[in-house]
T-cell receptor
C-alpha cells in the first residue's frame, strides 16, 4: 500500500535561515507524483510544489525546493530564507493511482515555527 | 473564479442528526474529493468522484454518503452524526489530466458533534 511518512511533528527555525522538512514515501507504482501543501493557522490548504517521479530535475518554486532522492524514496521540502509567515503546518502528499483513479494520500504533517 | 466553495464553515450537530456539507467548484474539474483532518493524522480520504455519476470510497467512508449529479457539485452527507465525526472537512478538486495534477482545496468546514 502507498504510504507517506513525516517523522518530524514539529520544527523550529530562525528567521532568514533555511530549513528542511522530511518526507519519505512508499509505493510500488513506477509513475507517481509528490506534493507539498502549507496550512497556516487560518486553515486553508495551499499548494506549494510538485515533483513527478520521472522529472529529471528537482522541483523549485521561489524559496521552496524539493530534494528528491528517488532511490531513498524521500522528497524533502527545503525552505530557504525563512520568513515569519512561513510558520504553519506542512503536509507531504503522494498521488495514489490504485484503482485506476488519481487520489492524494497525506502524511501526518510537520508544524514549523519561525522565530525572529 | 471562486475556486472551491464549501458551506457551511462551522456546524454543531447533536448525535444522531443528519446533515449535508456542500461543495461546489467552478473550474470544470472532473475529479473531486472529500477529506477529513484530525490532529496528528493528516488528511484522510472519505469519498471521491472522477466525474458526474461516478463515485467511490476512500480510506474512511463509513457514516458518509456522496453523490455527483453535476460536474460542479459534490455534497457529503452525514447520515447519523456521531462524536467520532467531529473533524475539519475539506473538499478538493482537480482536472483529470495535465499540468501538475495539483488539487485545489476549499476553505474547510469545522464540524462538532455533541
Amino acid at each position: 500500500a502507498q504510504k507517506i511518512t513525516q517523522t518530524q511533528p514539529g520544527m523550529f527555525v530562525q528567521e532568514k535561515e533555511a530549513v528542511t522538512l522530511d518526507c519519505t514515501y512508499d509505493t510500488s507504482d513506477p509513475s507517481y507524483g509528490l506534493f507539498w501543501y502549507k496550512q497556516p493557522s487560518s486553515g486553508e490548504m495551499i499548494f506549494l510544489i510538485y515533483q513527478g517521479s520521472y522529472d529529471q530535475q528537482n522541483a523549485t518554486e521561489g524559496r521552496y525546493s524539493l530534494n528528491f532522492q528517488k532511490a531513498r524514496k524521500s522528497a524533502n521540502l527545503v525552505i530557504s530564507a525563512s520568513q515569519l509567515g512561513d510558520s504553519a503546518m506542512y503536509f507531504c502528499a503522494m498521488r495514489d493511482t490504485s484503482g485506476g483513479y488519481n487520489k492524494l494520500i497525506f502524511g501526518a504533517g510537520t508544524r514549523l515555527a519561525v522565530h525572529p | 473564479n471562486a475556486g472551491v466553495t464549501q458551506t457551511p464553515k462551522f456546524q454543531v450537530l447533536k448525535t444522531g442528526q443528519s446533515m449535508t456539507l456542500q461543495c461546489a467548484q467552478d473550474m470544470n474539474h472532473e475529479y473531486m474529493s472529500w477529506y477529513r483532518q484530525d490532529p496528528g493524522m493528516g488528511l484522510r480520504l472519505i469519498h471521491y468522484s472522477v466525474g458526474a455519476g461516478i463515485t467511490d470510497q476512500g480510506e474512511v467512508p463509513n457514516g458518509y454518503n456522496v453523490s455527483r449529479s453535476t460536474t460542479e457539485d459534490f455534497p457529503l452527507r452525514l447520515l447519523s452524526a456521531a462524536p467520532s465525526q467531529t473533524s475539519v472537512y475539506f473538499c478538493a478538486s482537480r482536472i483529470a489530466e495535465g499540468g501538475n495534477y495539483g488539487y485545489t482545496f476549499g476553505s474547510g468546514t469545522r464540524l462538532t458533534v455533541v
